[in-house]
């Protein structure tokens, strides 16, 4: 009893059968005299065919039309489900971001929230009815239509949850909770049933997709009581919570992502400013270095290798070539593919010698060389050969006693 | 030189095709050294998607959630045809209704417009902006969007066109603009380039479907220079205009509405009040009556018959049979589904006898029955059966001289 946010995603609202079943559930949830706030996305693959609608007039559209054409999609998603809740008998209203009180900046596409006045939210729910709202947009101070960009309607629950200090926010998927790995390449993967808002936060950055970094991180800063679930299930999911209490387990999870791809510039000279010069060049490009190494080598050079987005590469290859050439035309760029940033989660590993032992033996074993290795408070993560990461997935999985124990 | 507001219909932009040659036709007229503020539809069969998947999930939704759901429609549209012209290289940005300061009372997918502010508007065009407003919706005054429902659109670019004081308002159809009968159906229909505000009303109301009736009212209300022409060609089209100066030519316009029955209350006690009685009943059903005749018969009873839209008559049945109960369960309600009103429109015409001789002696001559007779300043209306009504518009066009010379 309290105010509940629940966040359904696209899949979750894909068609008909699947928009009466989350309708279902909500009213459940209404029943039980919860004051409900349901945050959804657009339609399975409205976003889709909208971009692609766009594509066919305007290659290049100003990010502020696309903002007005995509969040269609989710009025879209609001309204129906707003119906839907009208045929099982209780009182709702949908609203968009706008009206639901969420400002944001005005970087479209990728707009952060501003502030929300949830005035309208809490009149409605006083009014007795349950509050659908458009996840992933809001408007700016001018009333210009904006979407969140990635991650956008966890974001919005979760924002909404801190501005009306709900009780529950409900984050619903299509798997049950958090898992030690992703299940699809990991049969033993175990459903977590708590993890710690900062083992969260470096799951969601490392590639598991069941919850946006910024949400998580939104969710820490403001105590929103978070649980990922599944909206096919009555799997309690995962709670996220603030300490992880079991400190014996150190481990959390694993994760592979393979959206990456290395860039070496080799054989530059070796003085100050160089690698700076390089960084603040792609920074100037708008690309997001995440793992650096720079080292002396051999012939008194220096090598300087970094990972990118896989969509990023041929821009931050070429802007790197670029700045060679500015730099007098010494040094080469080498581009790197097939290349995937394997990790361990959990709180407390680095400080301790046998994980990072048991991380590096393990992929040794297995005859996988490790490129680049970068590790935070709770993660290690290391860059491999695609070639055996899934291998490299499972065996860390097993090495870390995460397997589930009641599959054969 | 000056503001120009032009509407395109859904017709006008049902593919990406159309999009662009709409574009194509905004951006020259901004060349052209106009302010442009273009208002659109729907594309195509968009809106009819949409209450299709409405009605999978639920068969009565709310208007509210309804017009949550069909104002996407325009969305769209604008947020598409901003893009085309994006491409085309012009400064542009697309509005919804409530961004346009278009302000409606809260009757939800039927809304009047209470006030339109268009200041945003205005500080667009000033910023050098062609700006794309989508039709057929606005707010009220709490935040919820409505939408205007029939001639919706046509009414957003009139009341746009006052409010910004525009210097010409021109509204694209798929045809040339006003014709002295139905193309489709008298293939010698002329087109008029010029028609009184107050003929157009008229040929509005009666099924010529170019122009809205509450669009004509707004424009004749407000002096708004209005023009009636196709995106598909060059052609100037109609021009409508505060009074006709062609003071011999008549009739103007031959027009034919199949979408109508009659009722009649047959035999009812010949005392005040029950006509009275019944329109009431019916008005309270939101039942609209066109046409009422009431006379007495050879035993002394009263006899009303009256006409509704086809759609109601079912309805407007049901509420009479209703009320022959409700006085004591004497007289008869008969229905009549093959119905046809055929009108001609012309300023003074009811004032020339010649015009109404020509007009029954028309009908005469081929066998046709007129059932009921109704006049106003410019028009004359009779109800007649069916069978023979394309027949009697093309007679009655050739009659009054209203056929081209040019198509043998």
Redesign the interface.
Known sequence: MGIMVQKYGGSSVAN?ER??HVAQRVVENRRKGNDMIVVVSAMGDTTDE?IE??A???PH??S???D??L??GE??S???L???I??AGEPV??L?GG?SGILTDTAHKKARIASIDPT?VLKELADGKIVIVAGFQGVTKD???TTLGRGGSDTTAVALAAAVKADLCEIYTDVEGVFTADPRKVPHASQLPEISYDEMLELAKLGAQVLHPRSVELARKHDVPLVVRSTFSDHPGTRVVEVNRMEQVLVRGVTLDNNIARIAVANVPDQPGIAFGLFKKLADHHITIDMIIQNLNHAAKNDISFTVALDDLHEAAQVSREYLNEIGGQGEVLEKENVSKISIVGTGITGNAEVASKLFGTLFDLGINIEMISTSEIKISCIIDSEKCDEALRQLHTAFALDRLDIV
Do not use: D, G
Request: charged share 15%; no cysteine.
């Open positions: 008909v928009i009466q909208l609608k766009a066919q007039i305007n559209p100003s502020r039309e696309m007005m054409l969040s269609t009025q879209i609001i309204s129906l707003a119906m839907a009208e045929a209203i949908s968009t009206m309208r009333w210009n239509i």
